[in-house]
Nanobody, 116 residues
Framework: QAQLVESGGGLVQAAGSLRLSCTAS????????MAWFRQAPGKEREFVAS????????YYADSVKGRFTISRDIAKNTVYLQMNNPKLEDAAVYYC?????????WGQGTQVTVSS
């Protein structure tokens, strides 16, 4: 059974930094596009960033470009989201997603709170 476990959330000051981690198990990690989504209270879940292992392509929402970086460690079956210079509007529950022709899996989410 595939499982994604996020960690690293918490309280961060605006203009600080925070790194989220998502460790996958029960799936062949390199076969999956890994992504981060987020959902703030009262809002729909939205795309943040993704990483395609096949060619190393990365994609970002316009709202986080230049501030967030997604990366993947194949040896650790882990994908990261480095959050630099977070803004108050970045506060949300962040979810990890693994998707491919073999399946579509989600983590349980990790809360990120941004203080001014």
């Amino acid at each position: 059974q595939a499982q994604l476990v996020e960690s690293g959330g918490g309280l961060v000051q605006a203009a600080g930094s925070l790194r989220l981690s998502c460790t996958a198990s029960g799936l062949t990690f390199y076969q999956y596009t890994m992504a981060w989504f987020r959902q703030a209270p009262g809002k729909e879940r939205e795309f943040v960033a993704s990483h395609v292992h096949k060619d190393g392509s990365t994609y970002y929402a316009d709202s986080v470009k230049g501030r967030f970086t997604i990366s993947r460690d194949i040896a650790k079956n882990t994908v990261y989201l480095q959050m630099n210079n977070p803004k108050l509007e970045d506060a949300a529950v962040y979810y990890c997603n693994a998707i491919s022709n073999y399946g579509d899996y989600w983590g349980q989410g990790t809360q990120v709170t941004v203080s001014s």
